[in-house]
């Protein structure tokens, strides 16, 4: 997802003209490059971050839709539930594969996770208090992570670019059982058509902040797009989502919560697209720095899961050496 | 990669075979204390949608890999031998295909 928004990138990188020129002609062929090849440090700096900062969106993302298993409405729902989340994870474990191809470590990425050091994407950070948001995040959250994602596939770095391709072959699921639990609210009772719009009046802005900042703010976005690390800007992007998907709310008989939503014949070169209201970026600095309303339980519940699973893995570690080692001494027995 | 800093899981790449006749191809790699955690994890993360027939996981550590640096020295003189192609040589026409 969620990488779209990358935060506090620093591309700066100390190579020689030539050695930065030759990097670029490779990109410009469209040449992947492959982890030991020789990169300029601020490729490889930016990509760390930026796919750490993916990995962990993915790992936190389990959180808010976790808190709904339990309590699903119908055996259905909850394996889907089960079953969607359970990708995440996946998504989260095939990005850190990425980046430790990178040359960071595993415990490193963690550790700056539940340090509070490393961020993921600010929509993490906000409560899921109704049912209806399992369905609104499905549809909008997913939505946007394809949105994001679907480029990502042509990323120049071949371990991401790859990691991509299996992540979204999954997150059309995961957008359809979204889209599908509150079509079902939509035209139910309305109670339920009240706790779909309620949910859709919630998250509305937030998955728009998603993008990450307007291209005019964003300082290393244009080194990105460069390196073709990025294909699309946080704008551009922006746009094709809510393009896409307000025909979807209207499907549902649901109003995006935005006053000066208006279609533009002007827009997209003459194709017609949305216009839409101002972001409250003071929001979204303030979710990004800590300040959001699940930013703490977020970690906290991070830092239980790995404190918890302390034991297993001390015991898996101890379990494999007994074994290598009485291995190793029926071997020596044997010559 | 760092190896075993203290109490750190082992890496281990990851191959998988999509069906048979098809050869094991890498997908990426998983943390895992030994060889049956291991082709456990890669079940789990790997093949959720019937991706796989078999798989193999081998330590990362394991691995020998070419410097992208020699890649000349490695594959360039490949380029040269142009009669190892067939088309560097000339057979008429009336022979039909060969
Ligand atoms: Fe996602
Ligand atoms: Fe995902
Ligand atoms: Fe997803």
């Given at each position: ?73 119908t ?9 969607k ?92 059982q ?47 797009m ?32 935005d ?39 977020r ?23 007994k ?13 | ?26 997908c ?42 020699d ?28």
């Open positions: 997802m969620y990488s779209q928004g990358l935060i506090g990138a620093d591309t700066s990188t100390e190579e020689s003209e030539e050695f930065l020129r030759a990097f670029q002609e490779r990109i410009d062929a469209e040449q992947k490059i492959e982890p030991n090849d020789v990169m300029p440090a601020g490729y490889r700096k930016t990509l760390i971050r930026q796919i750490g900062q993916h990995a962990h969106s993915e790992i936190v993302g389990m959180l808010p839709e976790g808190n709904w298993i339990t309590r699903a409405p055996l259905k729902r909850k394996a889907a539930l089960l079953a989340v359970q990708d995440e994870g996946g998504h989260g474990l095939y990005l850190y594969s990425a980046a430790e191809t990178l040359g960071v470590s595993r415990e490193q990425m963690t550790e700056e996770l539940h340090a509070g050091k490393a961020k993921y994407s600010s929509i993490f950070n906000y409560p899921t208090l109704t049912w209806a948001d399992i369905g609104t995040i499905g549809w909008l959250v997913d939505g946007a992570a394809i949105m994001n994602q679907i480029p990502l596939c042509r990323c120049s770095f071949g371990p991401y670019a790859r990691a991509m391709i299996r992540v979204c072959k999954e997150e059309s699921f995961h957008q359809r979204g889209y599908e639990i509150v079509m079902t609210l939509a035209k139910g009772s309305p109670e339920q058509k009240a706790m779909a719009q309620e949910s859709l009046d919630r998250w509305w802005w937030p998955v728009l902040m998603m993008f990450g900042p307007h291209d005019s703010d964003s300082q290393h976005g244009d080194q990105s460069r390196w073709k690390i990025k294909r699309f800007s946080n704008d551009e992007l922006r746009q094709k989502f809510v393009d896409a998907t307000i025909p979807q709310a209207e499907y549902l008989g649901l109003t995006v919560p006053p000066d939503l208006k279609w533009n014949p002007e827009k997209n070169d003459g194709r017609g697209g949305y216009d839409f209201g101002a972001i409250d970026w003071d929001e979204f600095w303030r979710v990004v720095k800590g300040k959001g309303i699940m930013n703490r339980e970690i906290r519940d991070r830092r239980k899961a790995w404190d918890d699973g302390e034991w297993v893995r001390e015991a898996a570690l101890a379990h494999a050496q074994r290598a080692e009485r291995m190793a001494a029926e071997q020596q027995a044997a010559e | 990669m760092s190896e075993t800093v203290k109490n750190e899981v082992p890496l281990w790449e990851v191959f998988i075979r999509p069906r048979n006749g098809l050869s094991h191809k890498h990426g790699s998983v943390h895992a204390a030994d060889e049956v955690m291991a082709l456990q994890a890669a079940r789990d993360v790997y093949t959720r949608r019937g991706e796989g027939q078999s798989i193999w996981v081998v330590r990362s550590k394991d691995i020998v890999a070419s410097d992208p640096q890649k000349e020295e490695l594959f360039e003189p490949t380029a040269d031998k142009i009669y190892r192609h067939p088309t560097f040589y000339e057979i008429p026409d009336e022979v039909g295909h060969m």
